[in-house]
């Protein structure tokens, strides 16, 4: 019953598309993108009041690329205060009448909340604490943790944000969390798991997402799309990528407004049906659309791309015993040196199964015989049974022997 007093509207604060404009900004290889970024930036910094951020970006983050403006901050910084005092005015006015816990707790939340939409970080985590303090519900706090955990996805503070999820895990286990706060939960972990490169778990928790999707305040929808295709395209086999991905009506209804989703989903497609011509084109320019401009992908994206590559080499010398160099190399659409050069970097470290033969310019395979080893296992787990068999009979006898003395 205590959340029907609690407001559990969730806010869009911190303003996440302003975090991704100003990493486009940090980026000098994104100077492309700049001049609509920096425009952008400073529309939405000054429409939310955004002083303690705007002092951020200009003393710290992005201090090589925006020149500060007094005139601009002082105007932010009077637009704080006065939002400010009234939020304190609305506490000292329920703290006098003894309004009650509730009404205390919410009122804590709408001011962290203030702080949190012009990038307050401390006072914002501060008063969302002081509000977690009073005596709400567990899903009411859950939706506080949320936002806190928010801010940390903010300012790229990933030790930060792995923290706050531990905690508000710690919650749900204790069946403090509905439906709703569940599926926003796995999304805020899929993407802490896409940003610190655990793509297995960010594939399996944003791909299921995508039916549930509730979490707008921390991602566009459209933006999940992508990033669930990425991971899930890194990651999963054949079967499943056919199943989840290229087939996935929720992807499916996205892709023709989508540019970025465009992109990856053409280049899972030239993979899946061995399209290796247009495989490498398709590569790049995700690198360069997708990866590169994404605050969450731009520092894994050389990884990507070098891991994207032996998953293609493999693909295609898994139908060959033999392959010559200059076949290998039509099928990609490079020359034979790039290739060369390319299947030295995964050959050594054991990443491909194969040799090249320079003097004759072929590769050959030498995939482990799965026959041979499945033959071997066979054998093992035989030797176990007849183990256990043998074990049993004894038992069998001692336990016969013991009725025939009675």
Request: aromatic share 10%; net charge negative.
């Amino acid at each position: 019953m205590e959340e029907n007093y609690i407001d559990t509207t969730v806010s869009k604060v911190p303003d996440y598309e302003i975090s991704e404009l100003a990493f486009v900004l940090s980026q000098p290889t994104l100077s492309h993108l700049h001049n609509d970024s920096k425009l952008s930036l400073l529309s939405k910094v000054e429409s939310l009041h955004m002083a303690p951020y705007y002092k951020y970006l200009t003393d710290s983050y992005l201090k090589n690329v925006l020149v500060f403006d007094d005139n601009l901050y002082q105007n932010l910084v009077n637009e704080n205060n006065i939002k400010i005092n009234e939020l304190k005015e609305n506490l000292i006015k329920i703290d006098k009448n003894d309004e009650g816990e509730l009404e205390q707790a919410q009122a804590y939340i709408k001011l962290g909340e203030y702080y949190a939409q012009i990038g307050d970080k401390e006072n914002a985590i501060e008063n969302l604490e002081i509000a977690m303090s009073k005596e709400i519900s567990t899903g009411a706090k859950i939706d506080i943790m949320l936002t806190i955990t928010r801010l940390g996805f903010f300012y790229n503070d990933y030790i930060f944000v792995k923290e706050k999820l531990d905690l508000i895990n710690s919650m749900l286990e204790k069946g403090g969390g509905d439906w709703e706060r569940r599926n926003r939960y796995k999304t805020y972990k899929g993407i802490y798991c896409m940003a610190t490169r655990d793509f297995d778990e960010a594939a399996n928790l944003l791909v299921d997402s995508l039916a549930t999707f509730t979490s707008n305040e921390l991602i566009s929808y459209e933006n999940l799309a992508t990033y669930a295709s990425v991971t899930g395209l890194f990651v999963l086999q054949r079967t499943d990528l056919k199943l989840k991905i290229i087939d996935s009506p929720e992807l499916l209804s996205l892709i023709s407004s989508n540019t970025a989703l465009q992109t990856i989903s053409s280049l899972t497609i030239s993979l899946y049906t061995c399209d290796y011509s247009s495989f490498f084109p398709f590569l790049l320019e995700t690198h360069e659309k997708v990866l590169l401009p994404c605050k969450y992908l731009n520092k894994h994206a050389d990884y990507f791309m070098r891991k994207m590559r032996r998953k293609v080499y493999e693909q295609l010398l898994e139908s060959y015993k033999t392959l010559s160099l200059k076949s290998m190399a039509s099928a990609f659409g490079v020359s034979v040196e790039f290739l060369d050069n390319d299947l030295g970097k995964f050959i050594p470290n054991k990443q491909l199964n194969c040799i090249i033969d320079r003097v004759n310019g072929i590769v050959d395979t030498n995939r482990p015989d799965n026959k041979n080893s499945q033959y071997h296992l066979l054998i093992k787990q035989s030797d176990g049974l007849l183990t256990k068999l043998q074990k049993y009979g004894t038992a069998v006898k001692l336990t016969g022997s013991s009725e025939r003395v009675a």
